[in-house]
């Protein structure tokens, strides 16, 4: 007979932290939110770390070359999609690890004799101010000079006039030349008083925008997850098929993580896998493994210290149908909880600690906050980023509103048949486990992680921790019932306005 556990499958949702002493000398600021991604060997330094405890899901529709980089320019991590060709995923890769942080390629760019009329919709579409002039329009033609938004007024001005009657023409452009420092370049920025500052090579062709945005942006966000090069960091996600030649040539690209994408790790193929990779890269790479929901999982994974984290989660994404599906999964906080319980036992029997992710299924900032207190060392997130300016989908406008696709990987549209083949890549997909959808676009990365982490730092201190361990070890939770549940909203009041949408309370009411 089938075995029953005496265990409800949980959420997030119906657990509550318990408030514990905050100190005096404890401030949101000062929390440590750093979290290890290797493995951490008793009393050693981790092998490889990120700033902020957030990375983002393996998933065409949010972890492409831009969220990347702007993910770890906040010091988070992205794990670049396996379901496409190995040289595209690796085109990605190299992207982010060659871009110069603080110099961006131009991609709003106009010629001389374009009319402003035609510049007004270029920025109206790209919401840029600055546009390079360039000699044919494009973001290397040589540089005849720069037009921003201050240089006409859109409702006085002829549009039918040319770009060249309102730029600032060339010989009057400040710009630095092709081999600058970023230091420098922003030095004369300030020195000049200017936003941008355009570099040029010697024959006068365009090769960058450096923006004085960006360096304020950079002041403002000192966790930039950076390699020993100074490179920024980016993960890779890699299937249970192709891996001996996938896994290689990311790590020529100089990936800095690697983790397999599978709703379900518990697997010989997917251990066949990890051993290869052990076999042939030793424990130089980061290796993630997953996903599971046990602690028998947890324990197939680590077995002969292989993996480096354990990602938990099955059927709680948000576009997941996986458990309307198949009838297979478990609730993330039970899960969660199962694997952490598990994982801690495990480090008290071979003093090596494994870190945990706990990916999918997070609808708002709240969870995220309760998922860390109850063991996670980092949370995977998908709706999250896909909804951000960043991630790699068209925005689009419904009833007036701007929405961005979202789509999961086990969708006929990701074709990831790698995924949900159960090993069988030739035969046809026989039904979806994802659904294809829309969420609303939300900003910048930037802007919706600072409320987010703010609101984590702030819990933090409520219960009287600095860092992410100690928040992990204080952590008292209680379950909520119903009824607390209602006495937590406003439901005994009117409310005539909010502010609510605008602090990304429920990400899936910001529009
Ligand atoms: P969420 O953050 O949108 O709730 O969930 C993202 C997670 O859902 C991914 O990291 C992945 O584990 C899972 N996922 C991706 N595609 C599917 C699917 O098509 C899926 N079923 O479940």
């Not at 657990?15 to 929390?31: C, E, F, N």
């Not at 970023?182 to 923006?211: S, T």
């Not at 100089?254 to 251990?271: H, K, L, N, P, R």
């Not at 609101?455 to 019932?481: H, Y």
Request: one cysteine or more; proline letters at 3%; hydrophobic letters at 35%.
């Amino acid at each position: 007979m089938a075995t029953i556990l005496s265990d409800t499958s949980r959420t997030f949702s119906e657990y509550l932290l318990i408030p514990r002493l905050t100190r005096s000398s404890q401030r949101p600021d000062l929390v440590d939110l750093a979290t290890p991604l290797s493995v951490v060997e008793q009393n050693q330094i981790p092998r490889f770390s990120i700033n902020i405890p957030v990375v983002s899901a393996c998933m065409q529709s949010v972890s492409g070359t831009d969220l990347s980089i702007s993910l770890a320019r906040q010091g988070g991590l992205s794990f670049v999609f396996c379901s496409q060709p190995i040289e595209e995923q690796v085109e990605m890769v190299r992207q982010v690890k060659a871009h110069k942080a603080g110099f961006v390629t131009s991609d709003s760019n106009t010629t001389e004799e374009t009319s402003i009329r035609e510049v007004v919709d270029l920025m109206r579409r790209s919401g840029h101010s600055t546009v390079a002039v360039t000699s044919d329009g494009s973001a290397t033609g040589v540089l005849k000079g720069i037009i921003t938004d201050k240089d006409f007024w859109e409702f006085e001005d002829d549009l039918d006039n040319k770009v060249k009657q309102h730029m600032t023409p060339i010989d009057e452009v400040i710009y630095g030349n092709d081999g600058v420092s970023l230091r420098d370049a922003n030095e004369l920025l300030h020195k000049h008083k200017k936003d941008c500052l355009p570099i040029l090579n010697k024959k006068g062709n365009l090769v960058a925008l450096v923006f004085k945005k960006d360096y304020e942006d950079h002041r403002r966000h000192p966790l930039e997850l950076l390699d020993d090069s100074k490179r920024l960091c980016v993960g890779a996600a890699v299937n249970t098929h192709d891996y001996s030649d996938r896994v290689p040539a990311l790590i020529e690209a100089g990936v800095d993580a690697i983790c397999f994408d599978s709703s379900d790790g518990f697997t010989e193929y997917q251990m066949e896998g990890i051993k290869w990779i052990r076999e042939n890269f030793g424990n130089a790479v980061v290796l993630g493994g997953g996903n599971v929901v046990s602690a028998e999982g947890f324990d197939y994974l680590v077995e002969n210290s292989l993996v480096d984290f354990v990602k938990v989660g099955m059927g709680g994404g948000s576009i997941c149908i996986t458990r309307e599906q198949k009838g297979i999964g478990r609730g993330q906080a039970s899960a969660l909880l199962d694997v952490v319980q598990r994982r801690d036992e495990y480090f008290k029997e071979t003093g090596r600690y494994i870190p945990i992710c706990s990916d999918g299924g997070l609808g708002n900032d709240t969870q995220i906050v309760i998922a860390m207190a109850m063991g996670a060392d980092f949370v995977m997130m998908g709706r999250y980023f896909a909804q951000t300016d960043e991630s790699p989908t068209p925005k689009t406008s419904i009833n007036g509103q701007m929405y961005k696709p979202y789509w999961g990987e086990g969708t006929r549209r990701a074709q990831n048949w790698q995924r949900y083949n159960d090993g069988m890549s030739s035969r046809q997909m026989m039904f979806e486990e994802g659904v294809d959808a829309y969420v609303p676009l939300v900003g910048p990365v930037a802007e919706v992680l600072e409320t987010t982490l703010y609101k984590l730092r702030s819990t933090m201190v409520n219960v009287g921790a600095d860092s992410l361990s100690e928040f992990r070890e204080q952590a008292i939770l209680t379950m909520v019932s119903e009824q607390s549940v209602v006495e937590a909203g406003t439901s005994t009041v009117f409310q005539f306005s909010s502010n609510r949408e605008l602090d990304n309370s429920d990400w899936g009411n910001r529009g």
